[in-house]
């Protein structure tokens, strides 16, 4: 068991892997199952992301957004985790604040930050999504939930395994399980095909599709594929938010969404 100074180190570690601090689903099930924005805005310096955005985006089922690089996509996810603010409007995450609603959200970073002369070893990487304050110690649950998970995404044979040896798709395979092993009501995913080979593409997208039925997934991405027959709505994010039932869109509809040409869609506004 880790001493206390090396759990929090690893703690330290593993929020830089995933941009999020430590998440730990609750047992309350009745939060209204949608994310608002109401009145929204949101930039950088000299750059505006957002401007008085205001949208209400089923938390259920399997939305997927797109827009071009800079659009505001993982902006719009770092709001609805509360790791930023906007500067104006309000965020409502199943009937909470952002912050409050962490417990309810995992979240599967674009890119997997750490630091490879930390031999964090994949079972620890797992057990921080179950960490309920900055550092542990971890309950006999926690251990056997990580197990599980693990197990369930076809990862046990690499519970030991350093996290900074694994290839690209094993470590969004272990990424995704730290999202999963809290029991989350809803699961972002941000570009989990980036940097993967397509047989890893592959499995990740036979792991998502596995857990479509029993929480909301808000899956960013830019492969047109990926997922396509699981999707149940579109989200358009470029500067401006829009949102579409996918059965309210044809072939052709979804390729111009996905090559940015936004304005020809009806009731698109983006500028």
């Given at each position: 068991m880790p001493s206390p100074r090396s759990a929090g180190l690893l703690t330290r570690v593993i929020r830089s892997i995933t941009f999020a601090v430590p998440m730990h689903a609750s047992t309350n099930r009745d939060a209204s199952p949608s994310l608002t924005l109401s009145n929204v805005s949101f930039?950088?310096?000299?750059?505006?992301?957002?401007?008085?955005?205001?949208?209400?985006?089923?938390?259920?089922?399997?939305?997927?957004?797109?827009?071009?690089?800079?659009?505001?996509?993982?902006?719009?996810?770092?709001?609805?985790?509360?790791?930023?603010r906007p500067q104006?409007?309000?965020?409502?995450?199943?009937?909470?604040?952002?912050?409050?609603?962490?417990?309810l959200v995992g979240y599967v970073p674009q890119h997997a930050l750490y630091d490879p002369r930390f031999p964090a070893v994949v079972q620890d990487v797992v057990l921080t999504g179950r960490l309920k304050r900055?550092?542990?110690?971890?309950?006999?649950?926690?251990?056997?939930?990580?197990?599980?998970?693990?197990?369930?995404?076809?990862l046990?044979?690499?519970a030991n395994a350093a996290f900074s040896t694994l290839s690209g798709g094993q470590r969004q395979r272990v990424l995704l399980a730290r999202a999963l092993v809290s029991s989350p009501d809803l699961l972002i995913l941000d570009e989990p095909t980036a940097n993967i080979d397509r047989e890893s593409a592959a499995r990740l997208e036979t792991l998502i599709r596995a857990q479509r039925d029993r929480l909301g997934i808000l899956l960013i991405t830019h492969?047109?594929?990926?997922?396509?027959?699981?999707?149940?709505?579109?989200?358009?994010?470029?500067?401006?938010?829009?949102?579409?039932?996918?059965?309210?869109?044809?072939?052709?509809?979804?390729a111009r969404l996905f090559t940015g040409h936004f304005h020809s869609l009806a009731g698109h506004v983006h500028g």
């Amino acid at each position: 068991m880790p001493s206390p100074r090396s759990a929090g180190l690893l703690t330290r570690v593993i929020r830089s892997i995933t941009f999020a601090v430590p998440m730990h689903a609750s047992t309350n099930r009745d939060a209204s199952p949608s994310l608002t924005l109401s009145n929204v805005s949101f930039g950088y310096p000299g750059i505006a992301i957002f401007d008085d955005v205001s949208i209400t985006i089923p938390a259920e089922g399997l939305t997927q957004v797109v827009g071009p690089n800079g659009g505001g996509k993982t902006t719009l996810a770092r709001l609805l985790i509360g790791l930023m603010r906007p500067q104006r409007g309000t965020i409502n995450v199943m009937g909470r604040s952002p912050l409050a609603a962490r417990r309810l959200v995992g979240y599967v970073p674009q890119h997997a930050l750490y630091d490879p002369r930390f031999p964090a070893v994949v079972q620890d990487v797992v057990l921080t999504g179950r960490l309920k304050r900055p550092i542990g110690p971890y309950s006999r649950r926690d251990r056997e939930a990580t197990l599980a998970t693990l197990a369930d995404l076809g990862l046990e044979s690499l519970a030991n395994a350093a996290f900074s040896t694994l290839s690209g798709g094993q470590r969004q395979r272990v990424l995704l399980a730290r999202a999963l092993v809290s029991s989350p009501d809803l699961l972002i995913l941000d570009e989990p095909t980036a940097n993967i080979d397509r047989e890893s593409a592959a499995r990740l997208e036979t792991l998502i599709r596995a857990q479509r039925d029993r929480l909301g997934i808000l899956l960013i991405t830019h492969d047109f594929d990926f997922l396509a027959d699981s999707v149940d709505r579109v989200l358009c994010v470029n500067r401006n938010v829009h949102i579409h039932e996918r059965s309210d869109l044809s072939e052709d509809d979804l390729a111009r969404l996905f090559t940015g040409h936004f304005h020809s869609l009806a009731g698109h506004v983006h500028g």
